[in-house]
């Protein structure tokens, strides 16, 4: 009885195989890419969020103590569609050492970086304006508003005014990008923000601008 012969591959077959095995790997590839990609968007998006919402939270728990203006602090609420400066009441630690009163907060936001920086200090005889420290990079996009009673306006001075504005607006734009910074109030957006909060101020003009 003859014994049956093993066949050999042609090199067509061969070929075949390779490029079979080179698309497979291929779309292995890219679904692993796409996966890691997705990932990253995620926790970018994650990352966004809770910055926006550190900024959002600070400048309304300094909102709420917001007063007119000092004598010698000048206005209590004074804004423009990049940058606010807020004088409070209240208590709050510093360094093992607590302040307490009139306090000073400002927020900016840097045109070249696109940064959102913010600083705070005590309004204390002394004591001195620390330097500015960046909050985040990772947003596009920061605007200030302030209703005055009657309208929305991106400017605001109490001190002037001779009342606080009735409420404030903040609206944040996250990065669409793959990198952060580009921060923005030049040009009105096109996209409505992705985070809008209208902070209402105690003691505020009323809507007859009172």
């Known amino acids: ?36 990609n997705r990932r990253s968007q995620m926790r970018r998006m994650v990352e966004q969020m809770q910055a926006g919402g550190v900024v959002l939270g600070q400048i309304e728990s300094d909102l709420f103590g917001s007063m007119a203006w000092d004598p010698a602090e000048g206005a209590g609420i ?7 400066r807020v004088l409070s009441r209240g208590v709050w630690p510093d360094q093992g050492r607590v302040h307490a009163d009139l306090q000073v907060s400002e927020y900016a936001v840097e045109s070249r970086s696109g940064a959102v920086t913010a600083r705070r200090w005590s309004a204390e005889e002394g004591v001195t304006a620390p330097p500015v420290e960046v909050v985040t990079d990772q947003l596009e ?3 200030f508003r302030y209703y005055d009673g009657r309208e929305w306006v991106s400017e605001f001075d109490s001190a002037l005014a001779g009342r606080l504005p ?15 910074g580009g921060a923005t109030t030049e040009a009105e957006p096109v996209t409505p923000p992705d985070r809008l909060r ?13």
């Open 1 to 36: 009885m003859r014994a049956r012969s093993s066949r050999a591959f042609t090199l067509v077959e061969v070929l075949a195989a390779v490029v079979l095995s080179a698309m497979l790997l291929g779309s292995i590839m890219a679904f692993l890419w796409n996966l890691s």
């Open 78 to 84: 004074k804004g423009s569609s990049s940058a606010l």
């Open 141 to 143: 996009r920061l605007r």
């Open 166 to 180: 009735a409420a404030v607006e903040v609206g944040v734009w996250f990065a669409r990008g793959t990198g952060f």
């Open 198 to 210: 209208v902070m209402v101020v105690p003691d505020g003009a009323s809507e007859e601008g009172s």
